[in-house]
């Protein structure tokens, strides 16, 4: 009993170590969305910050801030999603489609 017990110790330190690096490699991944036809792009990494966002100028209008307030958050939105969905595969790959609480 002692011994099965070991092997899931090992077994599970093994994967924590797996789980770790695919953490770390994620922080250099990025996703892209787009909204408005590409006039508002976000950048996320696989830690779900934005990196980088950018506005073409011909959908600034000063008469229609709101316009640009929903392509800014659809955009944002749409690049956290995609880190997640990221995220969800990479870990996925390492737990065999296993769900572990807290863990991602």
Not at 18 to 44: D, F, P, S, W
Not at 68 to 82: G, S, Y
């Amino acid at each position: 009993m002692a011994k099965g017990l070991g092997n899931i110790m090992k077994q599970a330190q093994q994967m924590q170590a797996k789980i770790a690096r695919v953490q770390q490699e994620l922080e250099t991944k990025e996703v892209e969305a787009t909204a408005g036809g590409g006039m508002v792009t976000a950048r996320a990494n696989g830690k779900q910050q934005i990196l980088d966002l950018k506005i073409e100028k011909d959908v600034v209008d000063p008469e229609d801030i709101e316009m640009l307030q929903d392509l800014v958050l659809a955009a944002v939105n749409e690049a956290i999603k995609k880190s997640q969905e990221m995220i969800q595969g990479e870990m996925s790959k390492v737990t065999g489609g296993m769900n572990i609480p807290g863990m991602f």
